[in-house]
């Protein structure tokens, strides 16, 4: 698989361990990936560890998306659920009603008896966001 990252003038493929640490962040998402090597391609001045170090960031390549998935959870009052989820691997609902809510908006996944983030950039940014003592 050969990905597009830019340089000062020239756009050039990446390939091995930037391949792997993408699909790591974004876990193959299709619409995260696209936002992400348009970003690398487009960005000027923009690594690809610049990248990776800024991509859960308020400001990063992604926060847009990033924002319009935390309100949409303040409104569907899903906050607590994802907050347990980053604490504990785990939704405070009684039923399972709570982990398809998450899953069917595409922020979480069951490995073995955990519910977790759909991936890593879903990780690093809610545990910033909802993990502390604010809610």
Not at 3 to 31: F, I, K, N, W
Not at 64 to 90: P, Q, T, Y
């Amino acid at each position: 698989m050969t990905l597009l990252t830019s340089t000062a003038a020239t756009v050039r493929p990446c390939r091995g361990p930037q391949t792997r640490e993408l699909y790591e962040l974004v876990h193959g998402q299709p619409y995260l990936t696209r936002v992400a090597l348009y970003r690398l391609a487009t960005t000027p001045g923009l690594t690809f560890r610049k990248f990776l170090d800024s991509s859960a960031d308020d400001d990063g390549p992604f926060s847009d998306h990033l924002k319009a998935l935390l309100v949409r959870l303040g409104s569907a009052g899903l906050e607590l659920a994802m907050r347990e989820v980053i604490r504990r691997g785990r939704d405070p609902g009684e039923s399972s009603d709570t982990y398809y809510r998450l899953k069917g908006a595409g922020l979480v996944t069951r490995e073995d008896d955990r519910i977790v983030p759909a991936n890593l950039l879903y990780a690093r940014f809610f545990k910033r966001m909802l993990a502390g003592p604010q809610l």
